[in-house]
């Protein structure tokens, strides 16, 4: 029997093959127990609907949310103090951590030593989406990911770099590889200073920084061993 047709006793079936108003009112109750089936079945199908749209568009157009994959303001500026390479501390100096943006914030000094010079080095801050402040230090938003197969990467105080505990991947301040089984150096994300607010686009990140070379690394590799 389908889910339209109810089932009757027998007593019902009597009644409705004997006609009159006691049919008429069984042949009502079924009609209206088939329209109540019938649009219990239609609304939980446009709940299903509706809730599977929206999970589609969360996941295509996540900066409606106003989480992760929008435009994020992650601090103020005099909440970063800026530092040299090697005077990095977490949540100190230099690197700070922001998980609602899974990203760290690195904010160097203005007298950062680099390796690069002129045309060169502005070519490759571009490159590295390192954006040189009106003070004359530097901010990058690191995605806290490694490259390698996904885990999130510490910052090591004492070896000034992000050293991942999964497969020894190995990378400077700045992002830039240095060892390890990584194929490129950490993604970054757009970063912008606004008025005081710090704020770090997760809707575009750069996984198009490769490898280091002479002619692209920006800063001196620590030179204190890292172990895992």
């Not at 943006?101 to 690195?106: L, P």
Request: with cysteine; aromatic share 8%.
């Amino acid at each position: 029997m389908s889910i339209d047709t109810p089932p009757i006793s027998p007593q019902q079936y009597e009644v409705l093959h004997g006609g009159g108003a006691e049919a008429a009112e069984i042949a009502q109750q079924r009609i209206s127990r088939r329209r109540f089936l019938r649009r219990s079945m239609l609304a939980v199908w446009g709940v299903s609907t509706v809730s599977a749209v929206a999970g589609a568009l969360f996941y295509m157009y996540p900066q409606l949310s106003g989480g992760f994959g929008s435009v994020l303001t992650v601090g103020k500026v005099a909440e970063f103090k800026a530092a040299k390479p090697a005077d990095f501390k977490l949540e100190a100096a230099g690197v700070y951590h922001r998980p609602v943006a899974r990203t760290y914030v690195i904010h160097l000094d203005p007298s950062t030593e680099f390796l690069l010079k002129g045309q060169d080095l502005d070519a490759q801050l571009s490159s590295e989406n390192v954006v040189k402040a009106s003070d004359g230090s530097y901010w990058i938003a690191l995605y806290q990911k490694c490259v390698h197969l996904g885990c999130t990467v510490p910052f090591r105080d004492n070896c000034s770099s992000f050293k991942c505990p999964c497969h020894g991947s190995h990378y400077n301040v700045s992002g830039e590889f240095l060892d390890g089984p990584a194929p490129r150096s950490l993604d970054r994300f757009q970063i912008s200073i606004e008025g005081d607010d710090v704020k770090v686009n997760t809707g575009a990140i750069n996984s198009t920084v490769a490898h280091p070379d002479e002619t692209t690394r920006l800063i001196h590799a620590p030179t204190v061993d890292c172990t895992v």
